[in-house]
């Protein structure tokens, strides 16, 4: 409870074995990073930090061996964890602010 999905973490199951998709969620009292696939949508990366609500932030996360890394305003901020479950592949860009679960309220810019 209480996500906003910037980008929902689409089922990986849904694509095929293995797969799990990739998902952000951002409110002013940090930022999560999620998996998701049959039965298993835990936090990868949790940044406890207050995010401005009056000034843009730039937020990227890089996946590196399924690994996310979180980058604040271009510096370094956190570095979480794999997915619990082996061989899995990741994915993201799914869905973009609204959702049924947890819809995102402010503006998105530069999505790549």
């Given at each position: 409870?209480?996500?906003?999905?910037?980008?929902?973490?689409?089922?990986?199951?849904?694509?095929?074995?293995?797969?799990?998709?990739?998902g952000l969620s951002?409110?002013?009292?940090?930022?999560?990073?999620?998996?998701?696939?049959?039965?298993?949508?835990?936090?990868?990366?949790?940044?406890?930090?207050?995010?401005?609500?009056?000034?843009?932030?730039?937020?990227?996360?890089?996946?590196?061996?399924?690994?996310?890394?979180?980058?604040?305003?271009?510096?370094?901020?956190?570095?979480?964890?794999?997915?619990?479950?082996?061989?899995?592949?990741?994915?993201?860009?799914?869905?973009?602010?609204?959702?049924?679960?947890?819809?995102?309220?402010?503006?998105?810019?530069?999505?790549?």
């Amino acid at each position: 409870g209480g996500q906003r999905y910037a980008i929902w973490p689409v089922h990986g199951g849904l694509l095929g074995a293995g797969l799990c998709g990739f998902g952000l969620s951002v409110g002013t009292n940090g930022i999560a990073v999620y998996a998701h696939t049959a039965n298993y949508m835990p936090p990868l990366l949790l940044y406890n930090r207050s995010i401005s609500t009056t000034s843009w932030t730039a937020i990227a996360v890089v996946v590196n061996n399924s690994v996310p890394t979180l980058y604040i305003n271009g510096q370094y901020a956190a570095t979480g964890l794999p997915p619990a479950f082996n061989n899995s592949m990741v994915f993201a860009l799914s869905s973009f602010g609204s959702v049924s679960y947890g819809a995102y309220s402010g503006k998105l810019d530069e999505i790549r």
